[in-house]
């Protein structure tokens, strides 16, 4: 399993250990979900590169806190196609999660945006009410497992 790091702009200044910290929560959340084959990719970015990236590929021309870019569609995390693959992109404005950090120390932000993107890469949505409530169980089961 691989979790692969990537800081790009002004995120490059985030220290590598928190750095290390994300992949190591995302690197737990593939082996608890019994994917420790699988892998991702961690993009640290800053709100310029999120916003032309939500603008290109979603329409909403403004910063976003992570964007979640999948390399095969998948039906939930028991998907038996998820297993032993690259599982795709979580791109992370550092700038958005400070913000959204309030009062939170940014490395806890930043590992709940990571399981969330993470969420996301399974096939997971939050548009409709019964779906958020599948992916909002497993983001929090997920984020609550002891580093």
Known sequence: ?????????RARALPAEIR???AARVRLALRALGRARSSATLVFTDDDEI???NRDYRKHDRATDVLS???????GEGDPAGQGIELGDI?????TARRRARG?????ELERLA???LCHLFGHDHKKKAE???MFALEARLRRLPL
């Open 91 to 95: 791109v992370i404005s550092v700038e």
């Open 51 to 53: 916003r032309a990236l």
């Open 132 to 134: 958020a409530k599948v």
């Open 69 to 75: 870019f999948h390399l095969q569609e998948l039906a």
């Open 115 to 117: 399981v969330h993107g």
């Open 20 to 22: 290390r910290r994300v």
């Open 1 to 9: 399993m691989s979790v692969t790091t990537l800081a790009r702009g």
């Open 104 to 108: 939170k120390r940014l490395v806890s």
